[in-house]
């Protein structure tokens, strides 16, 4: 997920090319939390002769304050400019790396949000026809193809040749584009990814989120799909990929600022929660291959070897130990692997037994967790191999590992793992499929099935998302309680876990999780009336089972909560209140299980006047031990 901006304003706002730089890294100061991997402006001059003036930069969080302080070696008179922070995807957090993107001639830059997924097929086209890639980024396919659009026909604008560039695109962008000759012309373009426009006091704006231009103007429009936009001083003008004219949709928006960073949420977590459907669909999309095996982002283990992996470890902390135990039940019921789960803080301190057979999965958000990277650390010592799921590409952990797989949720600014955890899960569930084509463990058929069922969890993720309304009914009956247990049984153990966690981690009560079997060995003893069960109920293979331990508590007083598949009403009657998900795939249903656990937790510390963004003690990256 990465921010872009642009305007296009003449001498406008001020008379001096600070007036174009000055919105563009404003703009990208309030578009950082969606990437600071790297960022970079472009800006065309009044010359169509002149080139255009470029800066990138690469250095973290620092990467705009660099960008910022060289804007006094822009061009005297700048009429348009566009802007980039990153989130890198494809190609690492590096200089050449960064946008804006430029063609061959350097008269073209471009900035894009989103992922081209044919890029290697353009790329090696563009190559054989004499053009120079010089990044590893997919993005920079498209500033050649609008050159090499350009060049098969002189008489065409550098909107003509956006549209006929992109027919030949698959994937999703938001992109926008400046040419050096024709000044104080924008072109963007949309599929997929948001991108939203403005004008106001003979500019125009643009940019992938609205926070980047408010303040400039309350009057903005909403670009569809597989359209093209044409942005001059004052005006915007829009069309079809054929040319036919087409009306921006408008939208008015009264937010303030702190607001709209939010989209217009009260806070980042509830924000986080209803992208959890993108991050999904982010994780799983271009993995799949047109003969339907699958791909990671970086693989150094040869099938082979893959192949004579005879034991499995997972190390992580937190939330990303709870994904890890989710999915150990894939693995081993996909793979036929034998997986062990550890918390990545007492791994290397237990003198664990591993060799060249292996495989040590290090799962972490941020690839910087320092008792993960540690635990990888020591498992290449002793010889295994290493693979990470990460959501930050080129991160600490990335670089150590032998292959890599990584989360596609973009940055996460609530402290609380929402979107980053179901993301992971997604991946390790990818990495279990990956696991079993290798060893040749599943047939066909059954891949097939389960990719098909995979291709279906973003939209039931959607599905209960959208039930925050119900969830936060359920939390107000509660919400003087408090002690809670949450109880699970086979994949809904770990779910159990994550729902505990995210309860005291945002709301300060007391909540703990257990698997439902092991009540009677010593957890039934808490149980009085007063004391909530949260039980995690959804149709899997213990479900029976699942039941009498629900029956066990009710019979002792317990106010029981239930996670439930849609229209199982044997399991409602066993409780007092029910959380209500789609059903899916048994091993697949954790992904929506956790959502109104997370929605549980988010009420009931907003309902006692907590500040879910910024949990006490907490913070968001674990990097000392």
Known sequence: MCGI???????????SSHGVLDVLVEGLARLEYR??????????????AAPLWRVRAADGTHSLDVVAKRADEAPTEATAGIGHTRWATHGRPNEGNAHPHADCTGR??????????????????LIAD????????????????????????????LADAVRASLPRVRGAFALAVIHAAEPGVIVAARRVSPLIMGIADGAAFLASDIPAILGLTHDFFVLD?????????????????????????????????????????????????HEQPTAVADTLRDRVLPDGTLVLDEVRITNDELAAIDNVFVVACGSSFHAGLMAKYAIERWARLPVQVDIASEFRYRDPVLDSRTLVIGVSQSGETVDTFQAIVEAKRLGAKVLVISNVVDSSMAREADAVLYTRA??????????????????LEILALYLAQARETLSPTEARDLLSAMGALPGKVADAVARAGAVHTVAEAYRDASAFIFLGRHVGYPVALEGALKLKEISYLRAEGFPAGELKHGPIALIEPGTVVVGVATRTPVWEKMISNVAEVKSRGAS???????????????ADAVLWVPAT????????????LQQFAHSMARLHGLDVDRPRNLAKTVTVE
């Open 5 to 15: 901006i642009g305007i296009t304003c003449g001498s406008e706002p001020r008379e």
């Open 35 to 48: 990437g600071y991997d790297s960022a970079g402006l472009a800006v065309v001059g009044a010359d169509p």
């Open 108 to 125: 073209i830059a471009l900035v894009h949000n989103g992922i081209i997924e044919n890029h290697v097929e353009l790329a090696d086209e």
């Open 130 to 157: 004499g053009h120079t890639m010089a990044s590893e980024t997919d993005t920079e396919v498209l500033a050649h193809l609008i050159e090499a659009n350009l060049a098969a026909d002189p008489s065409r604008t």
């Open 225 to 273: 799909d597989d359209r093209v936009a044409e942005l001059r001083p004052g005006s915007i003008s829009v069309t079809t990929l054929d040319g036919t004219a087409a009306e921006p949709k408008p939208l008015h928006v009264d937010w303030d600022l702190d607001a709209a960073r939010k989209d217009g949420y009260d806070d980042f977590m509830d924000k986080e929660i």
């Open 410 to 427: 973009g940055p996460e600014i609530g402290v609380a793992a929402t979107k980053t955890h179901v993301a992971q899960i997604t991946a």
């Open 560 to 574: 029981v909560i239930v996670v439930a598949d849609d229209g199982d009403d044997e399991t409602a009657r066993h």
């Open 585 to 596: 795939e048994p091993l697949f249903s954790p992904l929506v299980d956790v959502v109104p």
